[in-house]
């Protein structure tokens, strides 16, 4: 676990006013309970919120008053940090229970509830000329229902991402989460963070929601207006992250990466892990909206090899440092063609969870009308229904086996990258070819190449 100069040197003058007689066995506890604080957020780092908030849960209660009057003699904001602290006890969960959902016999289906929304993004690949109507509130239940029966049976299980569209616009949301967690499914949302209120963060931690995405794709308040279409974008983003930290949420942000944000990768990722949150990026795919906007925000063959290195890299970094632990599917989910051989076996197994295209395997997607995405985003090949078809049977199509095994056409088939990199996203090569097993378009590995 890291720990950087500053918050090393704020554990030394916290720990230096303690008395000699007992300052060793504080440290060891005040070090050990800050560690666990991080790694409750999947953090491979400890934050001032892990160490202050640490320490008000080690003070017993008789001497939190003078913690408080020493803390404040240090100008830090003692009652923010005695509501954290509450807040965190209040819904801590073990990282055994947040890593139960990124197990990687988990299948994590994206739910799309909606066609409806608060925000006109100008990458959008969600967006319908005309919003269809909906299922109902019975109907998802049978979906969910009909998905986890089907996955029971192979011994896995479901997590249910609630999706669209902006799901926090469906009124019968909370319904949806209190049903999962009645029936101890997993679940999770992905929102915008505009309708991701302190009462739906309250109700996401009581259930312990696995995990919540937030959009935010860019660190400046203007170009965040202008790729979200509304004026307090990067605000509204930056609130519902916060508070979704504040109640002890896994919190996975989502930066789409296009023309209007590429030079903020790195800036992006720095605020993003200093509010306590990992960032999960993806690059635009050429699609709906970003299709009749791709003049401006189109990325060149060149920005997605830097985009692919700069996540690829980090990735690789993480688990040089011994972090693969912390890591999840995310941080390695999506095409990452291999710019380095994995060095060992350990590095080989972490990257091989979550690398690549995995559609069919690890992630799909349910249409507003119960249609049956091979990948978590909107593709043009459906392959059923399952308003009116069992999961079973669409899992047994060959078209999902195809999927699933990654069989691909053009280079890719014979690409010895192929079992890691997947052949790259999916969606995009449809986006880019009109066939769905085409090979990735941007991909710069020339065949028969040797490492
Ligand atoms: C479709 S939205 C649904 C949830 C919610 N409305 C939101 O924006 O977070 C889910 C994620 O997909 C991303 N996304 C939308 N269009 C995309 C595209 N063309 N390429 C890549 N990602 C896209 C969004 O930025 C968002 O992070
Ligand atoms: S990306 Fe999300 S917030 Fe933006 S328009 Fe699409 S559904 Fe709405
Ligand atoms: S050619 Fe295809 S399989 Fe090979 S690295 Fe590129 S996208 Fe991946």
Redesign the pocket.
């Known amino acids: 676990m890291e720990w950087k100069d500053e918050i090393k040197d704020l554990f030394d003058t916290l720990t230096s006013r303690v008395p000699d007689g007992v300052r060793s066995a504080i440290q060891t506890m005040l070090h050990e309970a800050a560690e666990e604080s991080a790694r409750y957020r999947n953090s491979g780092y400890v934050n001032k919120d892990d160490l202050i908030s640490a320490l008000f849960k080690i003070t017993p209660d008789a001497a939190q008053s003078t913690l408080v009057n020493e803390l404040k003699s240090l100008n830090i904001d003692t009652d923010r940090y005695i509501q954290l602290s509450e807040i965190k006890q209040k819904y801590n969960r073990s990282w055994d229970e947040i890593g139960a959902a990124f197990i990687p016999n988990v299948y994590h289906m994206t739910m799309y509830l909606t066609d409806r929304?608060n925000?006109n993004?100008v990458?959008?690949?969600?967006e319908m000329k005309k919003p269809r109507e909906e299922l109902t509130t019975e109907q998802w239940i049978d979906i969910v229902e009909n998905i986890e029966g089907t996955l029971k049976k192979q011994g896995r299980r479901g997590c249910y991402i609630w999706?669209?569209?902006?799901?926090t616009l469906r009124k019968d949301l909370p319904d949806l989460i209190n049903y999962c967690a009645e029936k101890g499914y997993h679940q999770a949302i992905?929102?915008?963070g505009m309708g991701f209120t302190e009462e739906l963060a309250e109700l996401c931690a009581k259930v312990k929601m696995s995990h919540i995405?937030?959009?935010i794709?860019s660190t400046k308040p203007e170009r965040a207006a202008k790729i979200r279409g509304v004026p307090n974008a990067y605000k509204v983003a930056e609130n519902a992250i916060k508070t979704a930290v504040k109640y002890g949420h896994f919190v996975i942000c989502?930066p789409?990466i296009m023309a209007l944000n590429f030079d903020e990768l790195e800036n992006l990722k720095q605020t993003i892990e200093g509010w306590g949150a990992i960032p999960f990026f993806?690059?635009?795919?050429k699609?709906?909206s970003?299709k009749k906007n791709w003049d401006v925000i189109g990325l060149t063959p060149e920005q997605y090899k830097q985009f692919y290195e700069f996540k690829y890299q980090n990735v690789v970094e993480a688990i040089r440092q011994g972090k693969a632990t912390t890591l999840n599917r995310a941080n390695t989910f999506d095409m990452v063609p291999f710019m380095e051989n994995p060095l060992n076996d350990e590095e080989l197994t972490a990257l091989e969870w979550g690398v690549g295209c995995q559609a069919c395997r690890l992630v799909s997607g349910v249409d507003v009308n119960g249609d049956f995405f091979p990948c978590d985003y909107p593709s043009e090949l459906i392959l059923g229904n399952v308003v009116h078809q069992t999961f079973e049977e669409i899992m047994n199509s060959q078209l999902f086996k195809d999927i699933r095994d990654r069989k691909r056409t053009g280079k890719c088939a014979s690409c010895h990258h192929l079992e890691l990199c997947g052949g790259g996203c999916r969606v995009h090569a449809e986006c880019e070819t009109g066939d769905f097993f085409a090979s990735f378009p941007y991909c710069w590995h020339e065949d028969d190449h040797e490492h």
């Not at 990458?123 to 969600?126: E, L, P, Q, R, Y």
């Not at 999706?163 to 799901?167: A, K, L, S, V």
């Not at 993806?282 to 795919?285: G, N």
Request: aromatic share 8%; hydrophobic share 35%.
């Open positions: 929304c925000q993004c990458h959008c690949a969600a999706f669209g569209g902006e799901p992905a929102t915008n995405f937030i959009s794709d989502t789409t993806r690059a635009v795919i699609q709906r970003a």
